[in-house]
Nanobody
Framework: QVQLVESGGGLVQAGGSLRLSCAASPSIFSLSTMGWYRQAPGKQRELVATITSSGSTNYADSVKGRFTISRDNAKNTVSLQMNSLKPEDTAVYYC?????????WGKGTLVTVSS
């Protein structure tokens, strides 16, 4: 059974930092492009960052320079280091694993940034 389990969300003041982690099933992790997406209240889910199995990264313009995605292939985990957080970063953050033709999703973790 494929599982993605996120952790690390919470409440933080603007300007602060949080680190999200996602533990993935070994069966999908090694070949998958891993990603973080977020969905704010009343908005569509949007891409935050992705990282390929070889380590190439891609970021949404809104988080470039503030967020860093990384993966540990030995531990089957992907992380998102979030610095200089802004109130507009408030959202449920979802971990994803893209293993064509399928994409898997975690249940999400809430990040709230207070002003």
């Amino acid at each position: 059974q494929v599982q993605l389990v996120e952790s690390g969300g919470g409440l933080v003041q603007a300007g602060g930092s949080l680190r999200l982690s996602c533990a993935a099933s070994p069966s999908i992790f090694s070949l998958s492009t891993m990603g973080w997406y977020r969905q704010a209240p009343g908005k569509q889910r949007e891409l935050v960052a992705t990282i390929t199995s070889s380590g190439s990264t891609n970021y949404a313009d809104s988080v470039k320079g503030r967020f860093t995605i990384s993966r540990d292939n030995a531990k089957n985990t992907v992380s998102l280091q979030m610095n200089s957080l802004k109130p507009e970063d408030t959202a449920v953050y979802y971990c994803s694993a893209n293993a064509p033709p399928l994409t898997y999703w975690g249940k999400g973790t809430l990040v709230t940034v207070s002003s």
